[in-house]
């Protein structure tokens, strides 16, 4: 009985370190601001945009997401995604916002920084009860380039997207509407 008892606590013990190094956290969250600007059949329309990083996804995670897309395509990323941790929130005017799961940081060669982030999107009430084709585009993704001049940061937003494997081989993204502009980026404190 101790013997059960010991082994049933280790495996929690393990199973919650595992849980708790699926994120970098970070020493302080990062706000970011900005506005979302329209480009096409979306020209015109703006909206505020703010995002809260309080961790970034570790290897793992990006391993997790390439096998889970290798093994059951754009259902299978959405389902992973589902299973991580929040590592912050994005908000966009008009929304209630949600939760981010997966936030790539990589340095760039001029000092810059570039950030990818990837969540589940929230799907309206009106879209998954009359099974419109925009229900079909599961995933949001957010690229930012923060710059080291002020002013200088930029990005895109793409609310709803897929992933697909195309005739050659290759892995796209499919939007479901033109992307929007992300313009007069800053970070808060």
Same mark, same amino acid.
């Given at each position: 009985m101790r013997t059960a008892l010991s082994i049933s606590l280790?495996? %929690?013990v393990t199973c919650l370190a595992a849980t708790a190094t699926s994120a970098q956290k970070l020493p302080k969250s990062i706000y970011i601001q900005g506005n979302a600007m329209g480009t096409s059949t979306q020209l015109g329309r703006s909206a505020s945009i703010t995002i809260i990083i309080q961790a970034l996804s570790v290897p793992a995670d990006q391993k997790i997401l390439i096998d889970a897309f290798k093994a059951k395509g754009n259902e299978g990323l959405v389902n992973a995604l589902s299973k991580m941790p929040s590592k912050g929130r994005i908000a966009i005017t008009g929304t209630l916002g949600g939760d981010l799961a997966y936030i790539r940081k990589i340095p760039l060669p001029d000092g810059s920084v570039k950030l990818r982030l990837i969540t589940n999107r929230l799907l309206r009430f009106g879209e998954v009860w009359a099974d419109t084709r925009s229900s079909d585009y599961e995933l !949001?993704?957010?690229? %930012?380039v923060m710059s080291k001049h002020k002013g200088k940061s !930029?990005?895109?937003l793409m609310p709803a997207t897929k992933l697909k494997v195309n005739k050659e081989g290759e892995t796209e993204i499919e939007l479901f509407q033109f992307p929007w502009k992300l313009v007069n980026l800053r970070v808060r404190d």
């Open positions: 280790l495996v %929690i !949001s993704a957010v690229e %930012i !930029s990005g895109t």
